[in-house]
Nanobody
Framework: QVQLVESGGGLVQAGGSLRLSCAAS????????MGWYRQAPGKQRELVAA???????NYADSVKDRFTISRDNAKNTVYLQMNILKPEDTAVYYC???????????????WGQGTQVTVSS
């Protein structure tokens, strides 16, 4: 069982910054892909940023040059540094982690509980 613990959400004024963290825990797993998604009220969940095991990243166009995703493989933790926040960034942010179970080889795809980010104008 892989569990995720998210932290770092909150209320910030437009132009401000927040840093989200997501720590994954689990035995006998290899974590590959880590990412952040968000869902605003009345909208579908969308990819914000993702980072592969080798470090390759991809971002939604709306956050490029403002957000940075990174990971600490020793801690199985993924971070999302969010700068120059805008009111349209307001959403619940979800961590997503994918990988493989070393025993049996089954893949897994796990979601965090979500953390609220609110950007006031």
């Amino acid at each position: 069982q892989v569990q995720l613990v998210e932290s770092g959400g909150g209320l910030v004024q437009a132009g401000g910054s927040l840093r989200l963290s997501c720590a994954a825990s689990g035995n006998m797993v290899r974590i590959n892909r880590m990412g952040w998604y968000r869902q605003a009220p009345g909208k579908q969940r969308e990819l914000v940023a993702a980072i592969a095991g080798g470090g390759n990243t991809n971002y939604a166009d709306s956050v490029k040059d403002r957000f940075t995703i990174s990971r600490d493989n020793a801690k199985n933790t993924v971070y999302l540094q969010m700068n120059i926040l805008k009111p349209e960034d307001t959403a619940v942010y979800y961590c997503n982690v994918g990988g493989i179970r070393l025993w049996g080889g089954a893949t897994f795809d796990t979601w965090g509980q979500g953390t609220q980010v609110t950007v006031s104008s």
